[in-house]
């Protein structure tokens, strides 16, 4: 079979050798654990021939999505977890050890925020916050003590895209792995691995299920690394159940369909809310104006992904008002579902953070950020024009 991106996806699960034949869509192995004839039988699955024992540990379902998603993202293995935020937590502490330091962009999702800057914080590890798009910036946060560099392809909720191949170099020069958050882009779009990043995760919540049905996440990596990730999430239990991994495998198979009409509306649409007068500006890679377009088009494989953001001119009450005039477009804070959604960063996933530091990321109360779905791209453009 081809190992075209598009046939991977599609074709994603079918060659699990569970059983003599096999049923063309894979069946859910619901169970929580697996039956033993006799010791024998026990000995043999831990000493030799391996096998499923306890779901916590390893199920089917789990173990054919992580493999999936590992061939579309180049990777050697992939750990799939309850969610993205357990896919981040175990790999971040399987690479780091007590007194290291951390350098992470100055811009992540909150939740990754909290674990950096607080319950990492907590037991001792030093984590620096830098602008990963200035590199002077992280060649001089950068030195021996640093064990771990992290990012975001395009930071939450401004879109920003640094330069990862020349951070892996500042990186490599010092001893410190490099784990990429790539969800925003999804791996239709972009590859960390391809540029010797060493790890990344997604929080498959969002673009590789789709369909906002499921919370789960996946480390990709080396195939000793993931083993060390595994007994992790085995420990803490973050292990992704049967049933979710299915419909993850299934959300998968049209990725790229999906991804292909995101990224193409989101472009439009972005160029829609450029022209706009009610608009001051708009942040989306595949914008000649995005202070970073030139690295996203270096960069990325197919497209810009389907995050935009843009600042009305009427501040908080424009914003209110706006969000009340829209028709179809839904007030939902997560992200990469089908149908087009919104999110007013400053009341909801920016709330907790003070308001000067907002503005100096750019986060102002007129800021909306919008996860643009698979609808026709007129009608996207209907909905945001009647209500601007
Ligand atoms: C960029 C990014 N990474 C990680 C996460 C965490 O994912 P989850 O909610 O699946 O734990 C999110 C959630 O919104 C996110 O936006």
Not at 15 to 22: F, H, M
Not at 100 to 125: N, P, R
Not at 292 to 321: P, V, Y
Request: hydrophobic share 40%.
């Amino acid at each position: 079979m081809s190992n075209d991106f598009d046939i991977l996806a599609i074709h994603a699960g079918k060659d699990n050798k569970v059983l003599n034949t096999r049923p063309e869509v894979p069946p859910i192995y619901q169970t929580s654990v697996y039956a033993f004839e006799d010791i024998a039988h026990v000995d043999r699955v831990l000493e030799s021939e391996g096998g499923y024992i306890y779901s916590r540990y390893g199920n089917p379902n789990r173990d054919m999505l992580g493999e999936s998603i590992a061939k579309l993202a180049k990777a050697d293995m992939g750990v799939t977890t309850a969610s993205g935020m357990g896919a981040i937590a175990a790999s971040i502490l399987a690479v780091i050890k007590k007194g290291d330091k951390i350098l992470a962009s100055h811009e992540v999702y909150g939740g990754t925020y909290t674990l950096l800057a607080k319950d990492l914080a907590e037991i001792g590890i030093e984590v620096v916050f830098v602008d990963m798009t200035d590199l002077e910036k992280v060649r001089e946060a950068i030195d021996e003590n640093a064990s771990l560099v992290y990012l975001e392809t395009i930071t939450n909720p401004t879109m920003k895209v640094c330069d990862q191949k020349a951070i892996v170099e500042l990186a490599k020069q010092n001893n410190a792995k490099v784990i990429v958050d790539n969800t925003f882009a999804s791996p239709y779009v972009y590859r960390p691995m391809e540029v010797g990043v060493d790890i990344v995760v997604h929080s498959l919540t969002k673009y590789i299920n789709g369909h906002s049905d499921v919370t789960a996440g996946v480390v990709l990596g080396e195939k000793e690394f993931c083993n060390v990730v595994n007994e992790k999430v085995k420990s803490y239990g973050a292990s992704l159940g049967p049933f979710d991994a299915w419909l993850t495998l299934r959300g998968l198979k049209t990725l790229p369909l999906r991804m292909e009409r995101i990224c193409s509306n989101a472009l439009e649409v972005a160029k829609f809310l450029e022209n706009h007068p009610n608009v001051n500006y708009v942040n989306y890679p595949g914008l000649a104006s995005h202070p970073q377009s030139q690295t996203a088009k270096k960069q990325f494989l197919n497209g810009f992904g389907g995050m935009l953001s843009f600042e009305l001119k009427g501040g908080l009450n424009g914003a209110e008002e706006f969000i009340q005039n829209l028709s179809m477009i839904e007030y939902v804070p997560s992200l990469a579902g089908l149908t087009t959604t919104l999110l007013h960063p400053v009341s909801t996933s920016h709330r907790p953070m003070p308001k000067s530091e907002r503005e100096t990321l750019g986060i102002g109360d007129g800021l909306i950020r919008l996860s643009i779905g698979i609808e026709p791209a007129k009608d996207i453009i209907n909905d945001l024009n009647s209500a601007l």
